[in-house]
Nanobody
Framework: EVQLVESGGGLVQAGGSLRLSCTASGFSSDDYAIAWFRQAPGQGREGISCISFSDGTSENADSVKARFTISRDNDKNTVYLQMNSLKPEDTAVYYC???????????????WGQGTQVTVSS
């Protein structure tokens, strides 16, 4: 059974930092990616960062590009999201998603973590 476990959320003051972790288990693949999404109250889920475990390429959304850094530990199947200069508008539940391409690559099999709350006070 594929599982994703997130940790690292919490309450922080504006300008502070947090590091989120997401550890994936229960699968076997060398070609996969993990992405971070967030969902603020009353809003849709927003993709903010992703990284490939096969070649390390990554991408950040414009809203977080200068402040958030994604990294990975292949041996631990873990991805980290270092969040600096946090703002009240970063307050949301943060989710990680494991994306495993299908054999022919036409779609991805996606698995979600349970989410971790990040609250930034002003």
């Amino acid at each position: 059974e594929v599982q994703l476990v997130e940790s690292g959320g919490g309450l922080v003051q504006a300008g502070g930092s947090l590091r989120l972790s997401c550890t994936a288990s229960g699968f076997s693949s060398d070609d996969y990616a993990i992405a971070w999404f967030r969902q603020a109250p009353g809003q849709g889920r927003e993709g903010i960062s992703c990284i490939s475990f096969s070649d390390g390429t990554s991408e950040n959304a414009d809203s977080v590009k200068a402040r958030f850094t994604i990294s990975r530990d292949n041996d631990k199947n873990t991805v980290y999201l270092q969040m600096n200069s946090l703002k009240p508008e970063d307050t949301a539940v943060y989710y990680c998603k494991l994306e495993i391409p299908s054999i022919a690559g036409y779609w991805t099999n996606d698995y979600w973590g349970q989410g971790t709350q990040v609250t930034v006070s002003s």
